[in-house]
């Protein structure tokens, strides 16, 4: 019998802050209790570190130079199949909840129901372009307002979204178990918390009145000091504008761990109502990518680093042990798992797939190949890459020195050993992997090749009659609750869990 399938996603949550499920000291007891049963992975990657690239190759298993979603303006082709595709096809129900950032007219992909509008724009207007160097697109892209702008609300623009998702994602639950689809299902609830801006519900932000973690274990390293991508999204960011103060660095922390606990308030009832209506599935639970939350007085994503790059993920399923997995992996990993959990054959397509299954690694099997990150947005003038292998972590660019790091002796990533004669020979074998994976020079023409053409296309299209591919929900007003054309003692009947005698 297949297994249904619930995807817990999150926005821009820091993957160090899980080292082994939740951080013992934040208030996350559902969390927590999911991952008493999962099986969690330590060292778990975004495939590129900002929303619609780390999305598209979450859901198709493919790197951005494969997928085309170089940033957040790049379209996702009709043509890439996801794992929502490849359930589907098998004869699963998909549906989503929440964020998945598309950005082009198909505002499925894969998805037979999607119950909730996206929070961000499905067109081409947020595309960088690397014909102006050190341009700033003021009205979209980052800045340090979110940092300084931190504190206490009871509403937000975020909220009033993530409060939506889950309202719809449990009443989706609830319809699942009424039995009317003999299909299984995968249920996709996707937040776009604790992604910034920093603000968070008061019973929330009270839980971190004493908290000892709201400075950074990095504190800020002065614009000159810092690697030329920092100071890449550092401009960005508009840093020079904002004089941060540690007040503020203490405040927006404090927010973003108090919306950690508004998510799992939020995830808390999702299983719940899996549980009061006694219906099992598989439960993954994953982050788009991280947040550096003031580290090296870097903020945002954008970056390499681990408090960007690494994302939590965790995979509750009876055929997989709980426990800590400290090899690294990915969040492209995802397709090819969930297929796998699902028994869904995706060999078609495994000839262009980045991701691998992680079902063995809950099994006690090990696992050698590199894990490989992206990154060709905003705050970049060139593509960067980079490849985790072990304890290594080495970045590529163009542009910019190589970086690599030894992540056991060096967790916080301070001393760059490129240029360490006794480790030239590590370095040597770690680009050999990667000029075998990647030809910089093909992927930056094919970056701007894309940017150029969604310029012109962007434009156009907002010239004259304007048709939006924002996604608009279906509510079949006809079909819910009492009408004439049902018999109410038959509706009385399907529609309750558990039926009557």
């Known amino acids: 019998m297949s297994k249904n399938i619930l995807i817990i996603m999150v926005d821009q949550l820091n993957g160090t802050l899980f080292p082994d499920g939740p951080a013992d000291w934040l208030h996350a007891p ?13 060292n778990a990657y975004t495939a590129s570190p900002l929303c619609a690239p780390g999305r598209a190759s979450f859901m198709s298993g493919q790197l951005p130079s494969r997928t085309g979603v170089y940033d957040n303006a790049a379209e996702f082709s009709s043509a890439i199949p996801t794992y929502a595709h490849h359930l589907r096809r098998a004869g699963y129900q998909t549906c989503l909840s929440g964020k998945m950032h598309f950005v082009g007219p198909d505002q499925l992909h894969g998805f037979e129901e999607r119950l909730t509008t996206d929070i961000y724009p499905a067109d081409f207007g947020w595309t960088p372009d690397y014909r102006k160097l050190g341009e700033r697109i003021d009205w979209w892209y980052h800045n340090m307002g979110s940092v300084t702008g931190a504190g206490v609300a009871e509403i937000s623009n975020q909220m009033e979204y993530d409060d939506e998702v889950a309202y719809h994602a449990t009443r989706k639950l609830y319809d699942l178990a009424r039995g009317q689809d003999a299909r299984p299902w995968c249920l996709t609830v996707s937040f776009t918390h604790p992604h910034d ?26 614009y000159a000091e810092q690697d030329p991508h920092s100071q890449r999204i550092l401009d960005a960011n508009d840093h020079q504008n904002f004089e ?40 993954l639970f994953v982050s788009d990518h991280g947040d550096m939350l003031g580290d090296r007085g870097l903020w945002f994503k954008m970056s390499f680093y681990e408090g960007s790059s690494r994302v939590p993920l965790m995979i509750a399923d009876a055929d997989m042990e709980p426990g800590l997995v400290e090899t690294p992996v990915s969040n492209i990993d995802v397709c090819p798992t969930v297929c796998a959990i699902a028994g869904v054959d995706m060999s078609e397509v495994m000839d262009w797939t980045d991701g691998v299954d992680l079902v063995p690694l809950g099994q006690g099997d090990t696992r050698e190949a590199a894990v490989a990150m992206e990154y060709a947005a905003e705050g970049s003038e060139a593509p960067l890459v980079s490849l985790r292998s072990g304890k290594w972590k080495l970045n590529l660019c163009k542009l910019d020195p190589d970086q690599l790091f030894d992540l056991d002796a060096d967790p916080q990533e301070l001393t760059n050993l490129a240029s360490d004669p006794d480790h030239s020979e590590t370095l040597n074998a770690l680009k050999a992997q990667a000029q075998a994976r990647w030809d910089l020079d093909r992927f930056d023409a094919d970056v701007r090749h894309s940017q150029a053409g969604r310029w012109v296309v962007y434009e156009a299209l907002r010239n004259g009659s304007y048709y939006p591919w924002d996604y608009q929900p279906l509510q079949r007003a006809s079909e819910r609750y009492m009408r004439n054309h ?4 038959v509706l009385e009947e399907k529609q309750r869990f558990p039926r009557g005698e």
């Open 30 to 42: 559902n969390l927590k209790r999911l991952a008493a049963r999962s099986t969690r992975f330590r």
């Open 486 to 489: 049902m018999d109410l003692n």
């Open 244 to 283: 941060i103060t540690e007040e503020q660095v203490k405040r927006a922390r404090r927010a973003y761990f108090a919306n950690i606990s508004y998510l799992d308030d939020k995830v808390g009832e999702i299983l719940q109502v899996l549980e009061n209506t006694r219906q099992e599935a598989t439960i």
């Open 197 to 222: 801006p920093y603000v968070a519900r008061k019973q929330y932000w009270d839980l971190y009145a004493d908290c000892d973690h709201l400075l950074p274990e990095v504190g800020p390293i002065p």
